[in-house]
């Protein structure tokens, strides 16, 4: 069956950087997109960032560009977010998602989440 491990979350300091990992198994990794989405207490789930199953696109909410990057090594089955210049307001459980399709970020299964927390 499908399964989705995230890893990397803890605790950084405000400009800090963090790497989270998603391990997928029970599917062909390289035939659908992948997301990393996150959410915060009290708020909805939100997406964050995504990158087709090919790898030949990537996607990022505003608030992240240019300081989070996604990748994904297919030989390997994971999924990377790169966190970089990390700010209070990043602070939540980050999920990953497998895509339904190569090319889209509807998502039919998820990760447990892990914590990311931002503090000084």
């Known amino acids: 069956q499908v399964q989705l491990v995230e890893s990397g979350g803890g605790l950084a300091q405000p400009g800090g950087s963090l790497i989270l990992s998603c391990a997928a198994s029970?599917?062909?990794?390289?035939?659908?997109?992948m997301g990393w989405f996150r959410q915060a207490p009290g708020k909805e789930r939100e997406f964050v960032a995504g990158?087709?199953?090919?790898?030949?696109?990537?996607h990022y909410t505003d608030s992240v560009k240019g300081r989070f990057t996604i990748s994904r090594d297919n030989a390997k089955n994971t999924v990377y977010l790169q966190m970089n210049s990390l700010k209070r307001e990043d602070t939540a459980l980050y999920y990953c998602?497998?895509?339904?399709?190569?090319?889209?970020?509807?998502?039919?299964?998820w990760g447990q989440g892990t914590q990311v927390s931002v503090s000084s």
């Open positions: 029970g599917f062909t990794f390289s035939n659908y997109a």
């Open positions: 990158m087709w199953g090919n790898g030949n696109s990537k």
């Open positions: 998602g497998k895509g339904k399709r190569a090319y889209d970020y509807d998502v039919d299964y």
